[in-house]
Nanobody
Framework: QVQLVESGGGSVQAGGSLRVSCAVSGDAGSSTCMGWFRQAPGKEREGVAAMITGGGSTYYADSVKGRFTISQDKAKKMVYLQMNSLKPEDTAVYYC??????????????????????WGQGTQVTVSS
């Protein structure tokens, strides 16, 4: 079973940058769908980005395209979300998720949260104006 632990959240002013990290332990296989989601108070959890590890495709929400980048360090078993040009509306708890539908035969979109099997505990990102 895969375990996920996020880190790297914090507070930043609008226009700044942050990188959140997800440490992956357990057997995730050579290729799996990893995602980043976020949830702001009073709002539903939304997909931010996802990737197929091992050199596969990446996916982004329209709201973060060109500003956020998902990446991995396979040797360190880490998945990252680099966030640039942050806006106050990016404020949320950010969650790492594993074993999602992207790159599989499951006919669900990459940002369908219920399709992910493993979740981290989340890390808070706060962007002030």
């Amino acid at each position: 079973q895969v375990q996920l632990v996020e880190s790297g959240g914090g507070s930043v002013q609008a226009g700044g940058s942050l990188r959140v990290s997800c440490a992956v332990s357990g057997d995730a296989g050579s290729s799996t769908c990893m995602g980043w989601f976020r949830q702001a108070p009073g709002k539903e959890r939304e997909g931010v980005a996802a990737m197929i590890t091992g050199g596969g495709s990446t996916y982004y929400a329209d709201s973060v395209k060109g500003r956020f980048t998902i990446s991995q360090d396979k040797a360190k078993k880490m998945v990252y979300l680099q966030m640039n040009s942050l806006k106050p509306e990016d404020t949320a708890v950010y969650y790492c998720a594993a074993e999602g539908p992207c790159g599989t035969v499951v006919p669900l979109p990459w940002d369908y949260a219920a399709a992910y099997k493993q979740w981290g505990q989340g890390t808070q990102v706060t962007v002030s104006s």
